[in-house]
């Protein structure tokens, strides 16, 4: 008997098999997406936003309205959108760059002003899609196209902990977590959360998943798997770091 | 360390980007800011792979905001400091060069035009011609080269630093995807051992003793209280501007002399255009062309005397017209037709100017 | 080229510095392959610097029985800042029968991009070349190609393609294949072969000036763009 994985409705199929390299964690990032936005029923909602970066290859990812924007703007845009309507459910996807570097301030403000806003963003170390740059998450060591040496923390800086900061500075309402695609269904159930924390009109909502990315890290399966699963939660410990406390919106 | 990066003459193969990280290095630049965007990324990764060797230093920024920012911090420390982008890079760095701008620092700065607007394509165009020529909130006032090979982006980024340090309006080195991408031999060389001088840095800040007592603090600002106060900052400017203009334009003219159609070009868009031309002018028509290498300061007046010699001008760029509205801004109250060729975003080659020019020729008899 | 015996089965990758001439040397090598009636698939492992590879010859190669795997140039959007995408088929491409040739792109892990090949680890017959360019600053002297192909780690052999573009003269092929005869004796390698634009491959003949066979490259590269 032919058992069929379950392809979320939400899902476009006209651009499936989609084109993230084979072993990259996108592909389950937007299955579990996909699949939230089924069981919530807001298909007819959301507003999906993507950066520039590998984020960008989901801009015609699902059958629902999809804005690609620029680098690190998407959280702006949404803001933007969620602030003109708010009825629309907005979903500001991006990667390590768009959330952490050139959009850290829209981050921090988006955060710090309690935007009714999700922000899903995707951690796999590097720039990707540009060939393999040094991230705000690339960790002390790791080789890169502008570290080829490795990072040197004293002179390149230090990893960016994302969900920390944002956990800091965000308010009560906020939700805040980061997942793994090693765990995928904690990381359905954190962005799930983060969603229904927008629906409600409780605050701010931030998922980080930390991702893979075998074409940048020239890994093989084993190798990919023991880098998300035993470096990367060293440096980026997952759970949940911020659950909404305080009344309805 | 410190060992010098480039002995006696060396005949080199390589790309475009990696060209003008060496003349960097052999123009003796010391610090580097950089965001990475396509396609001038391999500027900094082979930066950042020379730099231990030579004692030289890096910085990947958050952005270009801060690239640029941070590359005028580095020339007010005295170094020469500088950093490279392109397309939606290049919007962003109007900022900090406004500063510059406004402050006289010089700061280098190579941009690999991609499409636009927006994203576009990494690949190629002419389209931030009016961006790094005027892109600011101000006059620019400004110096742009732009280049046509690998051997002038090794020339014209060692000349745009001394360049900027002697006049002291941020300068630019103008080529695109193309030129960045493409293979093409070259000779390196030290500039010092050709007997280039290269103009010495001054410190805007950190110059030794104590300020108010042993010298002067030095008081940077960029913000005047009234109207008046700016016209004066800004007539001493445009007054150095102007004087400077005709020691630092340069551009190249062929067959001008009684012509029938006049090409212009500039970037690697010339290269087409020259070889178009030449090509006619063998098979005995009467066409020539004419280059601006600096964009700005234009080559104005040399322009308009080879613009009088033709009876008609043709203007060819990869972008919609913003070579072309320079030229008619210069060439003002003079009436010779131009004729033009603008393909936004895609390359030209050098039977599509033929055609073109034959075209137009034949529709004269 | 003579062959001295037909191996069953041919598979290499080239692989070296930042334009070293990795592509054109994997090209012609899968155009020499398909014209002598042998099955090739030719496989673009550039991660890299996207758009400027083997893209967009696809087409050009398929009509010399060359099978490319490799995104089609207008498949991905935005495939300028994107466009640093594995194709799937390329995990699997040592799977194809017949020839397989990898173009592997340069990058600050050198060869480990070949754990990206299923089996390339295993596959002893899968050997790696890497090319070296004199003109190239950081290859140009014996010492500095030595450490270079060490960076490298799994190397199999070096190719000499020492050339300056349309400023070639034979005087710098012959250098080139000097330098890195040296660099391949001590390095304990062989030197597989020096590469020959078409218009000067002539003037060497069917071995160069130190015994090593010699390949005529076409440049098909430079229709890649433009």
């Known amino acids: 008997m032919e058992v069929l994985p379950k392809i979320p409705k939400s899902w476009n199929l006209e651009t499936k098999p989609h084109k993230f390299c084979p072993g990259c964690g996108h592909g389950l990032i937007l299955k579990a997406l996909g699949q939230v936005i089924d069981e919530l029923g807001i298909q007819d909602r959301v507003v999906f936003g993507c950066d520039i970066g590998c984020s960008l290859l989901s801009w015609d990812f699902f059958n629902v309205d999809s804005v690609q924007t620029h680098h690190g703007r998407t959280t702006p845009v949404m803001v933007g959108i969620k602030r003109a309507n708010p009825e629309l459910i907005v979903v500001a996807y991006m990667g390590d760059g768009g959330g952490y570097a050139i959009g850290s301030q829209h981050l921090v403000n988006a955060a710090t002003r309690d935007d009714k806003i999700t922000v899903l963003l995707v951690n796999n170390t590097n720039y990707a899609m540009t060939g393999g740059q040094m991230a705000p998450t690339t960790m002390p060591g790791q080789k890169t196209e502008t570290t080829p040496y490795g990072r040197d923390v004293l002179e390149a800086g230090y990893p960016m902990m994302g969900p920390e900061m944002v956990s800091a500075i965000s308010q009560d309402g906020a939700y805040v977590a980061r997942g793994s695609v090693a765990r995928f269904r904690k990381l359905k159930e954190y962005i799930k959360k983060a969603l229904e924390n927008q629906i409600a009109g409780r605050g701010f909502s931030f998922v980080e998943a930390l991702s893979t990315c075998p074409t940048n890290w020239r890994t093989n399966a084993e190798q990919t798997w023991a880098f998300l699963e035993n470096e990367m939660t060293k440096q980026y410990p997952p759970g949940e770091l911020k659950t909404p406390t305080g009344k309805e919106g | 360390m410190g060992e010098k990066p480039i002995k006696g003459e060396q005949k080199a193969f390589m790309t475009g980007n990696e060209a003008v990280a060496w003349a960097a290095l052999a123009a003796g630049a010391e610090i580097m800011y950089g965001y990475p965007i396509t396609p001038q990324n391999e500027i900094m990764q082979y930066w950042t792979r020379l730099a231990p060797k030579y004692d030289k230093k890096f910085l990947q920024t958050e952005d270009e905001l801060s690239a640029g920012f941070t590359t005028v911090g580095g020339v007010l420390a005295g170094r020469r400091a500088f950093t490279a982008t392109a397309g939606p890079g290049n919007v962003l760095m109007q900022e900090p060069m406004s500063m510059a701008e406004a402050m006289r620092i010089p700061t280098v700065v190579v941009v690999q035009q991609r499409g636009g607007p927006s994203t576009a394509t990494v690949i190629y165009s002419q389209q931030e011609v009016t961006l790094t020529c005027f892109g600011g909130n101000g006059e620019g006032l400004r110096v742009v080269y732009s280049t046509s090979s690998h051997q002038e982006l090794f020339d014209y980024t060692i000349k745009a630093f001394n360049t900027a340090w002697k006049y002291r309006f941020p300068t630019f080195v103008l080529a695109d995807g193309y030129q960045a991408k493409m293979r093409e031999s070259l000779v390196l060389y030290d500039p010092q051992e050709k007997g280039q001088k290269m103009v010495p840095t001054e410190a805007f800040v950190g110059k030794p003793g104590t300020p108010g007592e042993d010298r002067a603090p030095a008081h940077l600002r960029n913000t005047y209280n009234i109207e008046e106060e700016l016209m004066d900052v800004l007539s001493k400017d445009i007054k150095e501007y102007e004087e400077m203009t005709p020691e630092i334009i340069e551009y190249e003219e062929f067959n001008t002399e009684d012509t029938d159609l006049l090409v212009i070009a500039h970037g690697i868009v010339f290269r087409s255009a020259a070889m178009a031309a030449r090509e006619l002018a063998e098979e005995g028509l009467k066409v020539g062309y004419f280059r601006p290498i600096t964009l700005r300061p234009f080559p104005r007046e040399e322009l308009r005397k080879a613009a009088a010699k033709a009876k008609q001008l043709l203007v060819v760029e990869s972008s919609y017209g913003q070579l072309l509205k320079i030229v008619k801004d210069n060439l003002y109250g003079m009436d010779v037709p131009i004729k033009t060729h603008l393909r936004p975003g895609v390359g030209i080659t050098p039977e599509e100017v033929v055609a073109d020019v034959k075209t137009i020729l034949g529709e004269e008899e | ?226």
């Open chain 3, 1 to 226: 080229m003579k062959q001295e015996q037909s191996p069953s089965r041919v598979l290499e990758a080239y692989t070296g510095e930042y334009a070293s001439g990795k592509s054109e040397n994997a090209v012609n090598r899968a155009v020499e392959l398909a014209r002598q009636g042998r099955r090739v698939t030719l496989v673009d492992l550039d991660l890299v610097e996207p758009c400027y590879t083997l893209r967009p010859l696809k087409k050009i190669l398929g009509e010399e029985g060359v099978s490319v795997l490799a995104w089609d140039t207008g498949e991905l959007v935005g495939l300028g800042e994107t466009g640093n995408i594995l194709k799937p088929e390329v995990q699997f491409c040592l799977r194809h029968p017949g020839d397989v040739i990898l173009d592997i792109g340069y990058g600050a892990s050198g060869v480990q991009v070949l754990n990206l090949v299923e089996g390339a680890a295993e596959e002893r017959d899968l050997k790696v070349y890497a090319v070296i360019n004199i003109a190239r600053p950081m290859t140009a002297a014996v010492t500095d190609i030595v450490e270079h192909v060490r960076s490298l780690k799994r190397v199999d052999g070096l190719i000499n393609n020492s050339h300056l573009g349309e400023e070639t003269d034979l005087g710098f092929v012959q250098e080139g294949a000097r330098v890195v005869k040296e660099a391949a004796v001590v390095l304990g390698l062989p030197v597989v072969a020096t590469s020959v634009m078409e218009q000067l491959a002539a003037a060497v003949g069917e071995t160069d000036w130190y015994g090593h066979p010699v390949r005529r490259l076409h440049r098909y590269l430079p229709q890649a763009f433009w």
